[in-house]
T-cell receptor, first 111, second 115 residues
Framework: SQQGEEDPQALSIQEGENATMNCSYKTSKNNLQWYRQNSGRGLVHLILIRSNEREKHSGRLRVTLDTSKKSSSLLITASRAADTASYFC???????????FGTGTRLQVFP | DGGITQSPKYLFRKEGQNVTLSCEQNLNHDAMYWYRQDPGQGLRLIYYSQIVNDFQKGDIAEGYSVSREKKESFPLTVTSAQKNPTAFYLCASSIVASVNTGELFFGEGSRLTVL
């Protein structure tokens, strides 16, 4: 399988705490993307980090990328109950140009 | 509002029946995709289309068929040949498949249950 893997598979925290999710991928053409999925809903694009970038911020989100280790992390600071969702990383295959999704991290934020 | 509309949201099927899931987008995107999502397995690509009247198989195309007669529409048929069709199906689109960004826009999904 070409799928990446997120770690941990599940994460439970209290509101106000930070949540860190990691992604290991096998192939990436140009960039890495993170998506969010609320239960039973479609995915929503959160942030994209290019292969020549090491860190990127967007509001309470901070994403890092280490191309030598083929890994990325997503940090959500000062989490809220509304952040409860599954988070997926996605990379584009060199060979086929298809977007390949990881297996996801289920985040539960308790009020 | 621009977006992707999937229908129906819930669908029940008897074994041996074909069913068609609808996906319509008004974003004027060239590329459209169908993904299957099973618990704990993330998303797997079924079919994708980069242009009207053309489409390619993804990683798990067996038992599925698609058409792309119009830019805005990309219906997916789950045939009786699909051994385990119960899943959550997601349709997505993007401006062009192979640019550096390639952000995907997703519909709200269709949940198919085989009885």
């Amino acid at each position: 399988s070409q799928q990446g893997e997120e770690d941990p598979q599940a994460l439970s925290i209290q509101e106000g705490e930070n949540a860190t999710m990691n992604c290991s991928y096998k192939t990436s053409k140009n960039n890495l993307q993170w998506y969010r999925q609320n239960s039973g809903r479609g995915l929503v694009h959160l942030i994209l980090i290019r292969s020549n970038e090491r860190e990127k911020h967007s509001g309470r989100l901070r994403v890092t990328l280490d191309t030598s280790k083929k890994s990325s992390s997503l940090l959500i600071t000062a989490s809220r109950a509304a952040d409860t969702a599954s988070y997926f990383c996605a990379t584009r295959s060199y060979n086929t140009d298809k977007l390949i999704f990881g297996t996801g991290t289920r985040l539960q934020v308790f009020p | 509002d621009g977006g992707i509309t999937q229908s129906p949201k819930y669908l029940f099927r008897k074994e041996g029946q074909n069913v068609t899931l609808s996906c319509e987008q008004n974003l004027n995107h060239d590329a459209m995709y169908w993904y299957r999502q099973d618990p704990g397995q993330g998303l797997r690509l079924i079919y994708y289309s980069q242009i009207v009247n053309d489409f390619q198989k993804g990683d798990i195309a067996e038992g599925y068929s698609v058409s792309r007669e119009k830019k805005e529409s990309f219906p997916l048929t789950v045939t009786s040949a699909q051994k385990n069709p119960t899943a959550f199906y997601l349709c997505a689109s993007s401006i062009v498949a192979s640019v550096n960004t390639g952000e995907l826009f997703f519909g709200e999904g269709s949940r198919l249950t085989v009885l």
